[in-house]
């Protein structure tokens, strides 16, 4: 509970090498809290480890190899003799015409951001079943409550997620186990860069769409990831309240507006979030 001491926690944070996993790692490890950062890219994990004062480990994790997750649980099992905390942050952006998105794009963002969470949560589920206790969070997304234009293999990645924690959560309550779905809209990481790749024989039709998307995924506007972080974890300490978590204002904000939205504002509103009224109404992109 605030105001008193914390129970010094055991969490595993998958993609800890970047982004708000990165962040979540320090936060975490900052609170006096054993941390296990997992990701693919153990350059990026150093990285996040030397900026912390002890209480990390990196261990390999793959989220795309079941084999990969099961072993990445055991081993902290056998270091911690559990864990009290899983924080499955791993995940890829992809964005672009959905017409021309080929289907293993498809494949590739649902194996990364729904599956990848799905072999985590099952790896994690016998140990913290077998102890009564502990909380696991999907970092989800604003796209996991309403699809923007040009981001169909994101939104669907995220949809899946929430719709898989809303069964989860009243199937191991029983167990002592919580699940949580961390909800941020933007964030001020390199998460979009290069998320709409260029591929070959595309066509004329959604050039500028496309070109769009490019343009608005190398900005750096959002919230700033350690805020969320700060949210995730303080989240992880105190696990109580409702399955769904809008992380920092602007998220909040837009999750209590839909609720009251017809399908035709919701549309509305998605064209104008992603900036894309223009295509919409047939019209060029704006400069500048």
Request: aromatic residues 6%; charged residues 20%; proline residues 5%.
């Amino acid at each position: 509970m605030k105001g008193e001491r914390r129970q010094r926690l055991r969490v595993l944070v998958t993609g800890g090498g970047s982004g708000i996993g990165a962040a979540v790692v320090r936060r975490a490890a900052a609170g006096g809290h054993s941390v296990f950062a997992g990701g693919r890219r153990f350059d990026a994990l150093r990285e996040t480890v030397h900026k912390v004062d002890g209480g990390v480990w990196t261990l390999p994790l793959n989220v795309r190899d079941e084999s990969s997750c099961q072993a990445a649980i055991a081993a902290m099992v056998n270091a911690l003799s559990g864990v009290d905390v899983l924080i499955c942050s791993a995940g890829v952006a992809s964005a672009g015409a959905f017409e021309e998105t080929p289907i293993d794009e498809f494949k590739r963002v649902m194996d990364v951001n729904f599956l990848g969470v799905v072999r985590m949560a099952k790896a994690a589920l016998p140990a913290m079943r077998e102890a009564g206790s502990g909380v696991i969070i999907a970092v989800s997304s604003l796209s996991g409550l309403i699809g923007l234009p040009g981001d169909s293999p994101y939104a669907a990645s995220k949809f899946a997620l929430e719709g898989a924690f809303e069964s989860l959560a009243p199937e191991i309550a029983r167990f002592g186990v919580k699940v949580f779905l961390a909800e941020p809209g933007g964030v001020a990481t390199e998460f979009m860069q290069d998320a709409v790749p260029s591929r070959a024989g595309e066509s004329d039709v959604y050039r500028t769409f496309n070109d769009f998307l490019k343009n608005a995924g190398r900005g750096s506007g959002g919230a700033d990831a350690d805020v969320i972080a700060a949210e995730i974890v303080d989240l992880m300490e105190n696990p109580i309240g409702p399955l769904r978590r809008p992380l920092g204002d602007q998220a909040r904000s837009v999750a209590s507006k839909l609720d009251m939205m017809s399908d035709e504002a919701r549309a509305q509103f998605a064209l104008n979030a992603a900036g894309l009224a223009w295509w919409a109404n047939g019209d060029e992109p704006p400069r500048g």
